[in-house]
Structures are given as structure tokens and as C-alpha cells.
């Protein structure tokens, strides 16, 4: 290893000893050297997200161990870089200011997936910005059906499993009349978090596996499915996504409460429209659900 890397060996063990500390099971024989025996079931790092550029469109990789939220730092990367890629991807580990729709806050704990995938498009329109949700939405789902959990959609931005939310999915957009310019897919995936408080309705994959899951792995599905989905929206096969939605969903035919703008809507949740906007059944006729606070499930 010494005339391979010209380094000293001591050089080398401090190497190994900072490899060993983000994870890699390295066994050290003395007077034989170093061998990587074997990986650990879960290990996120740049170096191996960086592996993500041979399997999907992500150009750019952005990494860090501790920020406010995936979402600020893409703001500002977007803001910083005037030659920005067409694709990149921003992941954290951890974020203490998580958040979800109306600036609700995102709970941070615990090894799960904190991720925004940037996009400059050439071909979307304002209005495909909620079909860009449902996708990341689909997204996970699928991501998620490779290692066997059966997570559901709700409208408009959840995904949940057996009614809990397992994951959610924001996007902020910056468009004019016709097009929009760039678009900031985050997403928040409840992994490995073991320890969840009781009152809140959340769940993860370990919860329902008991076992600790590769989040490197779930991580390229949903961006590698996204990428795919988001191709199905410009090239105007929006009703192909509204398809998968409805395979995927949990929230029709079921009687739900919606809180849009302080006013409080009860029925039953029939359908999407062609935008993608909930047409709910009321005492009053079918209500079209635009934009939400929250949805609840009677
Ligand atoms: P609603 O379901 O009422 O329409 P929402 O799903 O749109 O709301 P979001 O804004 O997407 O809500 O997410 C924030 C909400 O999700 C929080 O108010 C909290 O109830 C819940 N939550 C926060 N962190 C997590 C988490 N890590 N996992 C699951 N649920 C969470």
C-alpha cells in the first residue's frame, strides 16, 4: 500500500482510522496490513453518494453531515452558482430545521433520508408543479416496494404505511407565465429512525422491518424513479402519472377533512382532476380542493 499510494504507513493508519470512523469494517492484521472485510448495512457519506452520478442524471452532489434543511441549502447553492447543472442532488444527515408544507416543521432524528434534488427543466409549465409532487411521491413509493414495504399516497404530498406517514415531499418552484425555470424536489424518508415519539403519526422502514436499511440504496431508486417521472411530465404523459397515482393512492373513496384558508371542508374524497387537484363530495356538490393546510382522514 506504502509504494502504491507513496505515503508513509503511518500515514496510511491515519487513513484507515478515519475510514473506520465513518463506518467501513476494516480489519488490521499486524504484519500483514489492512483488509475491508466486509460493509455496514447502512453507510451515507459523499464518497459513497457520489455513486449516484453513474446510476441516475445527477450532475452535482452536495453533502453535509449537519445543516438547517436540504431545502435552504439548495435555495442558496441555486442562488450562488450562475452556471448551475441541470441536476443536483443535496443530502444531509442531519437537519435541525426540517421542514414540510406551510413551514410545518419536519422531524430530524435519527438516521433517515434528507434529500432535494434540483432540476432545471426545459420543459415544464407552472401547472406541472403538483404533478412534480406526486411524482416524488410515486417515487418513493416505488423505491420503497424494492424492499418490500407497501406505502400509500396521500394527497397531496405524504406517503404513508398503514395510515402513518412514512415520508413527504415539498417543492418549491420558481416559474414565470409559461414556464417554470427551476424546480426543488425535497424529501424527507423515515429509514432507520427506531426511537419514534408516540404522539406523533409517524413511522419508518425500521419500524415496520426491524431491521437497519441501506439508505444509499433507497436513496438511488427514488431519484432514478423521480428522474424517469419527471421525463413522463415533459413529455406531456401527465396521465400516466395520474395512473400511477391512483394505484398508489389511499385517499379516495375515504371521508376526509380538509382546513383550506380557515375554512373547514367535510366529505368524501372522490377524485383528481386533470390538474391533479381533489374533488371532494360534499353536502354541498363536489368541492375542488386547490390548495390545503392540512388533510385528515375521518
Ligand atoms: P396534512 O397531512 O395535515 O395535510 P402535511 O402532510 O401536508 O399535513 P407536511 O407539512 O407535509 O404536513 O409535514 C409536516 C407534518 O408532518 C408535521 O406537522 C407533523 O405532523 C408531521 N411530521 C413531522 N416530521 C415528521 C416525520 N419525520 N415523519 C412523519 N411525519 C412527520
Not at 3 to 22: D, E, N, P, V
Not at 215 to 228: C, G, N, P, T
Amino acid at each position: 500500500m506504502c509504494s502504491i499510494t507513496q505515503i508513509s504507513r503511518i500515514a496510511i493508519w491515519q487513513h484507515i482510522k478515519k475510514l473506520q470512523k465513518l463506518g467501513y469494517i476494516i480489519e488490521a492484521k499486524r504484519g500483514v496490513g489492512y483488509k475491508l472485510t466486509q460493509n455496514p448495512p447502512d453507510l451515507l457519506n459523499l464518497y459513497e453518494i457520489e455513486k449516484l452520478k453513474h446510476t441516475t442524471a445527477v450532475e452535482n452532489i452536495f453533502f453535509f453531515e449537519n445543516t438547517t434543511s436540504t431545502m435552504d441549502e439548495a435555495k442558496k447553492i441555486s442562488e450562488n452558482n450562475k452556471n448551475l447543472a441541470h441536476k443536483s442532488l443535496i443530502v444531509a444527515l442531519n437537519q435541525t430545521q426540517g421542514r414540510g408544507r406551510k413551514n410545518r416543521h419536519w422531524l430530524s432524528f435519527g438516521e433517515n433520508i434528507y434529500a432535494s434534488y434540483i432540476y432545471l427543466p426545459k420543459n415544464l409549465m407552472p401547472q406541472d408543479g403538483l404533478f412534480v409532487m406526486f411524482a416524488g411521491c410515486i417515487a418513493i413509493v416505488l423505491a420503497l416496494k424494492q424492499i418490500g414495504i407497501d406505502a400509500k399516497i396521500k394527497w397531496p404530498n405524504d406517503c404513508l404505511v398503514s395510515d402513518k406517514k412514512i415520508a413527504g415531499v415539498l417543492v418549491d418552484a420558481k416559474s414565470d407565465i409559461s414556464s417554470i425555470d427551476e424546480i426543488i424536489i425535497g424529501f424527507g424518508v423515515n429509514i432507520n429512525w427506531a426511537d419514534i415519539p408516540e404522539e406523533t403519526n409517524a413511522t419508518s422502514v425500521y419500524e415496520v422491518t426491524k431491521k437497519t436499511t441501506d439508505r444509499l440504496f433507497i436513496l438511488d431508486k427514488i431519484v432514478q424513479y423521480l428522474e424517469a417521472l419527471i421525463k413522463l411530465i415533459e413529455n406531456k404523459r401527465k396521465s400516466n402519472i395520474i395512473k400511477l397515482w391512483r394505484l398508489y393512492d389511499t385517499t379516495l373513496s375515504r371521508k376526509v377533512e380538509i382546513i383550506s384558508d380557515s375554512k373547514k371542508i367535510i366529505g368524501k374524497a372522490s377524485d383528481i382532476d386533470e390538474y391533479g387537484f381533489l374533488l371532494v363530495e360534499t353536502q354541498n356538490g363536489i368541492q375542488r380542493i386547490i390548495t390545503s393546510d392540512s388533510v385528515r382522514f375521518l
